[in-house]
């Protein structure tokens, strides 16, 4: 099993930016696909960005996809989100999840893919 703890989070202007981090316990770290999501109280979560196992494929959505990336360094278990030019609608909670490789393309974006979930990191963009 995979734990993984988000951080980066915080309170910044619109415009700023924040680079968050989800550090992967385990040595399977390398053999999951992983995804960022973000959930606004009240609503559903909803797929940010995600990454396939060696990296070298990324998912997106293209409602959230603007000024962010997503990458991971294997070596350190971590994964990362760029957020820049952050707007006040980027305010969420983001989680990173963890999920086996090798899934359809369309599973991605599909939280119950996800095997394991951070407890999140709090973004908050003010104006």
């Known amino acids: 099993q995979v734990q993984l703890v988000e951080s980066g989070g915080g309170l910044v202007q619109a415009g700023g930016s924040l680079r968050l981090s989800c550090a992967a316990s385990?040595?399977?770290?390398?053999?999951?696909?992983m995804g960022w999501f973000r959930q606004v109280s009240g609503k559903e979560r909803e797929f940010v960005l995600g990454?396939?196992?060696?990296?070298?494929?990324?998912y997106y959505a293209g409602s959230v996809k603007g000024g962010f990336t997503i990458s991971r360094d294997n070596a350190k278990n971590t994964v990362y989100l760029q957020l820049n030019s952050l707007k006040p609608e980027d305010t969420a909670v983001y989680y990173c999840?963890?999920?086996?490789?090798?899934?359809?393309?369309?599973?991605?974006?599909?939280?119950?893919?996800?095997?394991?979930w951070g407890q999140g990191t709090q973004v908050t963009v003010s104006s």
């Open positions: 990454i396939s196992a060696s990296g070298g494929r990324t």
């Open positions: 385990g040595r399977a770290f390398s053999t999951y696909t």
């Open positions: 999840a963890a999920a086996p490789d090798k899934i359809s393309s369309s599973a991605v974006v599909v939280p119950t893919t996800y095997d394991y």
